[in-house]
């Protein structure tokens, strides 16, 4: 089992940044891959950012490149997302997982609570 708890959401002015983070405990070795999703009301939940054991190999959806920084300290079994640039378009409630690399939920194994980001314009 993984246990994953989510912090660092709030409410942040368009254009304006945020870091996320997320704690892991337990077997976090079973599922390497930490992995950033989102959901906004009314929408599925979407792939945010992922990264591997290593912090090797990262990947980004279309809509957060070049504004989303996912990172990982291993030493602290934490994962971060640093959000720049923000849009009220990123509003939602973000959620850690944890799993396999890939951007399909079906390849996360273990969820947290998640944790509301809302950006005002």
């Known amino acids: 089992q993984v246990q994953l708890v989510e912090s660092g959401g709030g409410l942040v002015q368009a254009g304006g940044s945020l870091r996320l983070s997320c704690a892991a405990s337990g077997r976090t070795f079973s599922s390497p891959t930490m992995g950033w999703f989102r959901q906004a009301p009314g929408k599925e939940r979407d792939f945010v950012a992922a990264i591997n054991w290593s912090g090797g190999n990262t990947l980004y959806a279309d809509s957060v490149k070049g504004r989303f920084t996912i990172s990982r300290d291993n030493t602290k079994n934490t994962v971060y997302l640093q959000m720049n640039s923000l849009k009220p378009e990123d509003t939602a409630i973000y959620y850690c997982?944890?799993?396999?690399?890939?951007?399909?939920?079906?390849?996360?194994?273990?969820w947290g609570q998640g944790t509301q980001v809302t950006v005002s314009s």
């Open positions: 997982a944890a799993g396999r690399f890939g951007k399909s939920r079906s390849l996360y194994n273990y």
